[in-house]
Nanobody
Framework: QVRLAESGGGLVQPGGSLRLACAAS????????MGWYRQDPGTQRVLVAD???????NYSESVKGRFTISADNAKNTVYLQMDSLKPEDTAVYFC???????????WGLGTQVTVSS
């Protein structure tokens, strides 16, 4: 049974920081990409950042310079350090893993991040 366990969401004031973590278990295929997406109510899920198995990160323009993605491949865990948070970063954040030769996509259930004073 594949499970992506997300943690670290919550309420933070503008300018504050949060660190999200996503631990993947039950995946027997090789993992190629791990990443984070976010979604506001009524909108599509959009990429925040992802990181390939070679360690190469990719960021959306809206978070460049503020967010840092990293991964512990031995633990199948991906992290998202979010600094200088803004109210527009408020969303549900979803962990994504792409694995196997067929590039199967797995999703976590999401964790709420709220940036508000």
């Amino acid at each position: 049974q594949v499970r992506l366990a997300e943690s670290g969401g919550g309420l933070v004031q503008p300018g504050g920081s949060l660190r999200l973590a996503c631990a993947a278990s039950g995946i027997t295929r090789s993992i190629y990409v791990m990443g984070w997406y976010r979604q506001d109510p009524g909108t599509q899920r959009v990429l925040v950042a992802d990181i390939a198995d070679d360690g190469n990160p990719n960021y959306s323009e809206s978070v460049k310079g503020r967010f840092t993605i990293s991964a512990d491949n031995a633990k199948n865990t991906v992290y998202l350090q979010m600094d200088s948070l803004k109210p527009e970063d408020t969303a549900v954040y979803f962990c994504q893993v792409v694995a196997g030769p067929d590039l199967k996509v797995y999703w976590g259930l999401g964790t709420q991040v709220t940036v508000s004073s």
